[in-house]
């Protein structure tokens, strides 16, 4: 890692990093596994936010696309990942991650590290070759194991040991049976799965491909993206792991590091003006500083909400300038911006554009 004396601007940093996550140019829809590997996987927290990620980035999705890449190809896969949170993975990349998550700590409120490590052994034995609904798994993980407390943590519903054995490479979702929610391991779902990196191989590459995605960023950044917030200090390790991959640049009078290999290109980066709009829990927003310039500090609560819950953004040109909403009746699609700010007007025609999308994909008229 080293420091190349270059510097960009946030405005030319932005139109890059908008190109990579096909926010400029939208991927074809044979590409959505590959669009999904780009931007590090789609937040699943709430499955039609992460369809929604998808329809901003690629042009003419079928609606079924994710439903068919899921349960029909097996070409990506859910499961929970970055931030303990539920994320839609490559199938082809899922040894890598598997290596980076299992570093993450698996531990949760109540249980001491041995129970930690019981539960998932037993998660892992009882999903070899098997798929089991939540319940048939706290019944089985209770037989192996003789303790009902184990049974009772996997039927909480906060599902820290369900995360658990996630991060540990032993669990992922199957398809569901009605409203029945179903899981299986990742050998037993992927058979021939690709072979699962070393710790730090893994940590190496997710590094990579976040910075991929993501850069320029800084230490805080990526902490906040794979960890938590104020986590800077604990991911510097995994900047470190790069070693000459990694250099520093000045974006604008702030520190941050890039891969090499992007640097010409993220340099010669056109800067067109562009306007879109990204649902609830993009992986834009995810990945993004909550600071200036990507976020006006004023309007930080309005995106970053209580419990959790982040809201669908407009984007112009790579800043957050709003939030939005739509809800629908019968086939009608009404749609509700809310600048922040006045929108230059160009803005205009480019956000028609999104809703009439919007509509076609949701099969509505706007």
Same mark, same amino acid.
């Given at each position: 890692?080293?420091?190349?004396?270059?510097?960009?601007?946030?405005?030319?940093?932005?139109?890059?990093?908008?190109?990579?996550?096909?926010?400029?140019?939208?991927?074809?829809?044979?590409?959505?596994?590959?669009?999904?590997?780009?931007?590090?996987?789609?937040?699943?927290?709430?499955?039609?936010?992460?369809?929604?990620?998808?329809?901003?980035?690629?042009?003419?999705?079928?609606?079924?696309?994710?439903?068919?890449?899921?349960?029909?190809?097996?070409?990506?896969?859910?499961?929970?990942?970055?931030?303990?949170?539920?994320?839609?993975?490559?199938?082809?990349?899922?040894?890598?991650?598997?290596?980076?998550?299992?570093?993450?700590?698996?531990?949760?409120?109540?249980?001491?590290?041995?129970?930690?490590?019981?539960?998932?052994?037993?998660?892992?034995?009882?999903?070899?070759?098997?798929?089991?609904?939540?319940?048939?798994?706290?019944?089985?993980?209770?037989?192996?194991?003789?303790?009902?407390?184990?049974?009772?943590?996997?039927?909480?519903?906060?599902?820290?040991?369900?995360?658990?054995?996630?991060?540990?490479?032993?669990?992922?979702?199957?398809?569901?049976?009605?409203?029945?929610?179903?899981?299986?391991?990742?050998?037993?779902?992927?058979?021939?799965?690709?072979?699962?990196?070393?710790?730090?191989?893994?940590?190496?590459?997710?590094?990579?491909?976040?910075?991929?995605?993501?850069?320029?960023?800084?230490?805080?950044?990526?902490?906040?993206?794979?960890?938590?917030?104020?986590?800077?200090?604990?991911?510097?390790?995994?900047?470190?792991?790069?070693?000459?991959?990694?250099?520093?640049?000045?974006?604008?009078?702030? &520190?941050?590091?890039? @891969?090499? =290999?992007?640097?010409?290109?993220?340099? +010669? *980066?056109?800067? $067109?003006?562009? /306007?879109?709009? !990204?649902?609830?829990?993009?992986?834009?927003?995810?990945?993004?500083?909550?600071?200036?310039?990507?976020?006006?500090?004023?309007?930080?609560?309005?995106?970053?909400?209580?419990?959790?819950?982040?809201?669908?953004?407009?984007?112009?040109?790579?800043?957050?300038?709003?939030?939005?909403?739509?809800?629908?009746?019968?086939?009608?699609?009404?749609?509700?911006?809310? &600048?922040?700010?006045? @929108?230059? =007007?160009?803005?205009?025609?480019?956000? +028609? *554009?999104?809703? $009439?999308?919007? /509509?076609?994909? !949701?099969?509505?008229?706007?």
């Amino acid at each position: 890692m080293a420091s190349q004396g270059v510097r960009l601007s946030w405005q030319r940093a932005l139109a890059w990093r908008m190109a990579r996550h096909h926010l400029v140019g939208r991927a074809a829809p044979e590409d959505v596994v590959r669009v999904a590997g780009d931007v590090c996987g789609l937040h699943a927290q709430v499955m039609s936010s992460a369809e929604l990620s998808l329809w901003a980035r690629v042009e003419n999705l079928p609606r079924d696309a994710v439903g068919e890449a899921l349960w029909t190809h097996r070409s990506l896969v859910k499961l929970w990942a970055t931030r303990r949170t539920l994320h839609l993975l490559p199938a082809t990349e899922l040894g890598a991650w598997l290596a980076a998550l299992g570093t993450l700590s698996g531990g949760f409120s109540g249980a001491s590290p041995d129970d930690v490590k019981a539960i998932t052994a037993a998660v892992g034995e009882a999903l070899d070759g098997r798929t089991l609904t939540r319940e048939e798994l706290a019944l089985e993980v209770g037989r192996l194991t003789g303790s009902a407390e184990y049974a009772g943590w996997l039927r909480s519903s906060w599902g820290s040991a369900l995360k658990a054995a996630s991060l540990h490479g032993l669990l992922c979702f199957a398809q569901s049976d009605g409203a029945r929610v179903r899981f299986t391991s990742p050998a037993t779902w992927l058979p021939g799965s690709p072979r699962r990196l070393s710790p730090d191989d893994g940590l190496r590459e997710v590094t990579r491909r976040f910075l991929h995605a993501y850069g320029p960023a800084t230490a805080a950044d990526l902490g906040r993206w794979w960890m938590e917030a104020r986590s800077g200090r604990r991911v510097l390790p995994m900047l470190r792991t790069l070693g000459d991959e990694a250099v520093e640049v000045d974006v604008d009078g702030q &520190p941050c590091w890039v @891969l090499a =290999a992007d640097l010409p290109d993220l340099a +010669a *980066a056109p800067v $067109r003006d562009v /306007a879109r709009l !990204l649902p609830a829990f993009d992986p834009w927003v995810m990945g993004m500083a909550r600071r200036e310039p990507m976020i006006d500090p004023r309007y930080v609560g309005r995106v970053y909400r209580r419990q959790g819950w982040v809201s669908p953004v407009i984007l112009v040109n790579g800043r957050v300038a709003g939030v939005w909403r739509h809800r629908r009746a019968g086939r009608r699609l009404t749609v509700e911006l809310e &600048p922040f700010e006045p @929108l230059p =007007a160009w803005t205009g025609r480019e956000l +028609a *554009a999104e809703t $009439r999308r919007l /509509a076609t994909f !949701l099969d509505c008229e706007p």
